[in-house]
């Protein structure tokens, strides 16, 4: 045999192995099986279906504990000279939010503020799910749609208050007009955590499908950003025949072909990107630094949560800078050369603190961290849902210009085989419906309104 040969021969083998390699991680793997398992203490029992009313009434005795600590937290570190928020929460944006909560903001005045829409626990698989459930006044001559909407970390049901008139108020020129049921996330807020491992997006996917059976709906649309997308992703998976539409203000995509995809891209950007959108696409590496100066807290939060949340669980002032910071480099990026983090520009500390408030009061920022750790477990992260496609469920994309990652038109479809609605938006972040109510209205009604007026055949 020649020298030629051997190369050839070689050459096959190692293109063959690479194949052998690279072919899974292309193709799209298997649907995984998700079991209903039971998240409650002790054994399952049988469940109770009732839907509880449910208001939120904190006691005296946590509110007078929580200003104790407000008024006898040790004094912060200094900050370094005119750093503004580029080594985390600045201390002194940090004095004038604990100073506002403990002379202006009045929690009786925002409970009532919280109870103003309807809200319920009911038990699923062992866990008390804590939602709201509003329905539209006025349905005369129209359609009533049920609309999930799913929040994210460090987020809350909260988000959506602002929201929640239009989308449950007839607008013009729409003949129809949503329902939503907007719940808290197992471990968030007023619903219970799991007590063992395995609470990921699927297993949290698998409750709100029940809760929305529960509520006795069987077709329904949904919406999320941050986590919430990640959980309306893994819903229109599993769900196909029961989501009519998904609507999404994060709608990143992290397949292999995708990153392949942008990374090709990146010799000749202006031949696949779109002019106003290459300086967010490239240069890769000042995307993947800027990735990597952002997400610290989520390597953390995906390994040692337990640990950090001691110390968020303890101190008030310590869980609102953990949060807060994000509020600020996550609504704009450039909010970190602001001396007041941008934060005025678009929240009131009043509605910033609220957020706040259902983390404190719940003493679930343990437990909300934690999300990350079994979203990022081996068993989980080796089911692959990233790679797996929203097939025929209609999509639409909110694209926020300052969201954390962006994903260019030309890789949605990687995620999105039938993604029918796409809206970019300038002035928008990470928390759309929060600091952009009426701009996320609109956009859920636009993309719904699309799906609405689809022919609807047979299902296949
Ligand atoms: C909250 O609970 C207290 C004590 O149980 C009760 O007196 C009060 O009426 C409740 N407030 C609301 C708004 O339900
Ligand atoms: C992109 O960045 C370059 C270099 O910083 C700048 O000159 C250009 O104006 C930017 N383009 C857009 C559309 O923002």
Not at 314 to 343: C, H, M, Q, R
């Amino acid at each position: 045999m020649g020298s030629i040969n051997v190369t050839f021969v070689l050459g096959l083998v190692v293109a063959g192995l690479g194949a052998y390699m690279i072919y899974p991680m292309l193709s799209t793997p298997p649907v995984p099986k998700v079991e209903e398992k039971w998240w409650g203490a002790g054994k399952p029992t049988k469940e109770d279906t009732r839907i509880r009313d449910f208001k939120i009434n904190v006691s005296e005795d946590v509110l007078k504990d929580l200003h104790h600590r407000l008024a006898s937290h040790l004094p912060f570190q200094e900050p370094l000279e005119d750093v503004k928020q580029h080594y985390g929460m600045n201390a002194n944006l940090l004095k004038k939010i604990v100073d506002h909560w403990k002379t202006k903001y009045d929690w009786r005045e925002r409970e009532k503020f919280f109870n103003q829409y309807p809200q319920f626990k009911t038990q699923i698989q062992g866990l008390d799910i804590h939602f709201m459930h509003v329905k539209p006044k006025q349905t005369k001559g129209l359609k009533v749609l049920p609309l999930l909407l799913v929040h994210g970390w460090p987020g809350s049901f909260r988000e959506f208050y602002e929201a929640i008139p239009a989308l449950t108020t007839p607008q013009k020129d729409r003949d129809f007009v949503f329902e939503v049921v907007v719940p808290s996330i197992p471990g968030y807020g007023f619903s219970d955590a799991a007590v063992r491992p395995g609470m990921n997006p699927a297993a949290i996917g698998v409750i709100f499908k029940n809760l929305m059976s529960r509520l006795g709906f069987n077709k329904y649309y949904i919406q999320g950003g941050d986590w919430g997308s990640m959980i309306v992703h893994v819903m229109s998976v599993l769900y196909p025949d029961r989501v009519i539409g998904v609507h999404s203000n994060m709608c990143f995509v992290n397949t292999p072909i995708a990153n392949i995809k942008m990374f090709m891209a990146s010799i000749y950007p202006s031949f696949f990107v779109k002019e106003e959108h290459i300086n967010l696409t490239y240069p890769l590496s000042r995307i993947y630094s800027y990735l990597l100066l952002e997400t610290g807290y989520m390597h953390l939060q995906a390994t040692k949560p337990d640990t950090v949340g001691v110390a968020l669980r303890d101190s008030p002032v310590g869980l609102a800078a953990y949060i807060l910071e994000k509020f600020t480099t996550w609504t704009n990026k450039e909010w970190k050369d602001l001396e007041d983090g941008g934060l005025p520009k678009k929240y009131t500390l009043t509605n910033l603190l609220d957020n706040v408030m259902v983390y404190w009061l719940n003493r679930c920022i343990t437990t909300s961290m934690r999300l990350y750790s079994e979203a990022f477990s081996g068993e989980y992260y080796g089911q692959h849902w990233d790679r797996l496609p929203v097939k025929e469920v209609p999509s639409g994309c909110l694209r926020a210009r300052h969201e954390i990652a962006f994903s260019p038109d030309f890789v949605l479809g990687e995620k999105y085989e039938n993604l029918i609605h796409l809206e970019d938006y300038d002035n928008v972040g990470h928390f759309a419906a929060y600091e952009e109510p009426d701009l996320f209205t609109k956009d859920v009604y636009n993309f719904v309104d699309k799906v609405e007026k689809l022919p609807r055949g047979p299902k296949k």
